[in-house]
């Protein structure tokens, strides 16, 4: 057997041993006639395992510790440090204690009293690791993961998450205080010891849980405790059972995170809302314990009140406006700034920001409410119509070219439109940035100032007087005139007349041929002799004719003009005989807008969103 075995028994067999010792020590016996008389008394010795527990008497105190008898051939000693209770040791008390060794290197027996009280006490835990027997114990101080438990003498370990149901905030707060455990894990070769409190307070609040649940309905009021806060809402504790606050639960009004309302370990009153039995899922509200902020909301609010509030939200038509916890209204970007013309509420307001406002509307059914900031100060628009009434004329900078006029600034936040048709008398316009450039001055006569859509209409041309009058009688129908080439165009080309006009010249009216490639033969600059052909003083339109103009010439110059413009297969007798009148109304739509460009009628509609 690998333990070692230990001599002991009745006193006169130990006396005739410890004498046979005493002689070997002194060199009486040799180790022959030692071995031979250690076989002799073995017979009546019994055996003790080392690390076993024996019953030890206390024979003398020292100092610094015990001498105790264990039946063996000689005494052992324990150290001072070994007893918590040294003082009130006597002389003749039995205490237990383990043999660890036979000899030290002296040749004493090495006992210890410490083992023995913790295999005392680690047989009472292993024991109540398997009949789940509550023990007491003191938590002494914090460690990695956990806690150290003072367990009946011996160290335990308390994992954190076995400490209570709640999440554990202030560890530290626990180090000192009794508690009862239970064991849940025993490692014996390491003799380690693994122990919870959590197990307990769950077993306790199993039948508080199940109480709760039998008794749960919708609009149930329940005490809890603030167990966890998320982004998306709270847990609460209701006594053994956890529910949810959704974020949108937990007020009327409008909340970033729920730490703006609740704190942690915070006890509050709750209402269930709904509750799935099969996932054990309850669903609470706060807000639901106050009443609806939009009952009575005619006694709280109506039109024209002036209102406070702060902005909780922006978006790209509007700002909305907290007036109180659950009522909210919106300033739309109309009813921002009588003269501006905002793109988006940053322009006036900030996030956070508290401002005043007007009531403008109300909506109780559809929880809505209209507001503005504009209405705080005076319509301005009152007095430009007396600033800019309708005749004046005024001198502003192109702010916006679009495709049917351009904006001009008349003052800062007033702006007018002066509409492609109103740029000229006499020329075709097609984009406003043939008269005018970004950032120009331009001289403008007010033809309308429409105070209800907040519109001024400007002219450009109405700065002069209307030539057209006067061009009734120098472009009378037959009349011969000059014209420079300046636009070629799909159905003809534009000719520039004297004092600035504008006239049309039809394909048909400059040859009597087809004509393949106008813009080769009839270059821009180009001078032609032209005759009237019509004239519309109400559309402000001129049509002319090359052909026409060259009847009454001689047939050198009618040939002329046939070598210059390379007109093949026409003779000078087709020109002679062409018809002039023949121009069908199709051939004048160069004088209409075109399909993308409203009318000074329509334009209107267009302002807003051009600005």
């Known amino acids: 057997m690998s333990e070692k075995t230990k001599f002991v028994k009745n006193d006169s067999a130990k006396d005739d041993y410890q004498k046979a010792q005493k002689f070997f020590h002194e060199e009486e016996y040799s180790q022959e006639e030692f071995s031979a008389l250690s076989k002799l008394y073995s017979d009546s010795f019994r055996d003790v395992k080392e690390g076993e527990p024996i019953t030890a008497r206390i024979v003398r105190i020292v100092p610094d510790g015990v001498i105790v008898d264990v039946g063996f051939k000689s005494e052992g000693s324990l150290s001072k440090d070994e007893f918590t209770n040294f003082e009130s040791l006597k002389i003749g008390q039995e205490i237990e204690v383990v043999l660890e060794s036979v000899e030290d290197q002296e040749g004493n027996l090495v006992l210890s009293k410490r083992r023995a009280d913790f295999l005392r006490i680690w047989g009472k835990v292993t024991r109540s690791y398997e009949t789940g027997e509550i023990l007491t114990g003191k938590i002494v101080r914090r460690i990695k993961g956990g806690m150290v438990v003072d367990l009946m003498g011996m160290e335990a370990f308390l994992p954190g998450s076995q400490i209570d149901v709640r999440p554990i905030r202030d560890f530290d707060a626990f ?33 508080q849980r199940q109480a709760i649940l039998d008794k749960l309905e919708k609009g149930q009021i329940l005490q809890g405790t603030v167990k966890a806060i998320t982004d998306f809402g709270v847990f609460v504790d209701l006594g053994g059972v956890d529910g949810l ?150 001198q502003g900078i192109a702010r916006n070219l679009t495709n049917f006029g351009v904006f001009i600034e008349l003052e800062p936040g007033v702006d007018g439109l002066v509409h492609i048709s109103d740029l000229s008398w006499t020329k075709k316009i097609r984009h406003p940035g043939e008269v005018v450039k970004k950032g120009e001055r331009l001289d403008v006569v007010v033809l309308g100032v429409d105070v209800d859509q907040r519109k001024i209409s400007l002219g450009h ?33 534009i000719a520039e007349l004297p004092h600035g006009v504008d006239g049309f010249v039809p394909t048909n009216q400059l040859s009597t041929g087809k004509v393949k490639n106008l813009a080769l033969l009839f270059p821009i600059d180009d001078e032609l002799s032209l005759k009237v052909i019509e004239f519309d003083k109400e559309n402000k339109k ?24 390379k007109l093949e297969k026409v003779t000078v007798q087709d020109i002679k005989n062409a018809d002039t009148g023949n121009v069908e109304s199709s051939d004048f739509s160069i004088f209409e807008l075109p399909e993308d460009m409203p009318s000074k009628s329509s334009r209107d509609k267009n302002d807003n969103e051009s600005e």
């Open 245 to 394: 606050i959704h974020i949108t639960d937990l007020s009327w009004g409008r909340i970033n995170h729920p730490n703006e309302v609740v704190k942690l370990d915070q006890t509050i009153n709750v209402v269930v809302t709904d509750f799935d039995e099969e996932k054990r899922r309850i669903s609470l509200s706060l807000k639901k314990l106050l009443a609806h902020p939009w009952e009575n909301i005619e006694a709280k609010l109506n039109i024209g009140d002036k209102v406070s509030g702060k902005v909780v939200s922006l978006t790209e038509y509007g700002a909305f406006i907290e007036i109180e916890k659950g009522i909210e209204g919106l300033i739309h970007n109309s009813e921002m700034s009588w003269t501006q013309h905002i793109k988006h509420p940053s322009q006036m307001v900030a996030m956070g920001q508290v401002i005043e406002a007007i009531v403008l509307s109300l909506d109780k059914d559809e929880k809505k409410i209209s507001l503005g900031i504009k209405q705080l100060e005076p319509d301005p628009w009152q007095e430009l119509m007396q600033k800019y009434p309708v005749g004046s004329k005024h």
């Open 175 to 207: 180090v000192g205080r009794d508690m009862d455990f239970k064991v849940v894990k025993v490692n014996i070769p390491t003799e380690n010891v693994v122990v919870s409190h959590k197990v307990l307070v769950e077993e306790e609040m199993a039948d």
């Open 542 to 565: 001129i049509v002319l004719s090359a052909t026409g103009a060259l009847k009454d010439l001689s047939e050198d110059n009618i040939q002329d003009y046939i070598t210059k413009h």
């Open 461 to 493: 041309k109405q700065i002069q007087d209307n030539p057209w009058d006067g061009f009734e009688t120098e472009y009378a129908t037959g009349k011969i005139v000059s014209g420079k080439v300046v636009r070629i165009i799909e159905k003809g080309l």
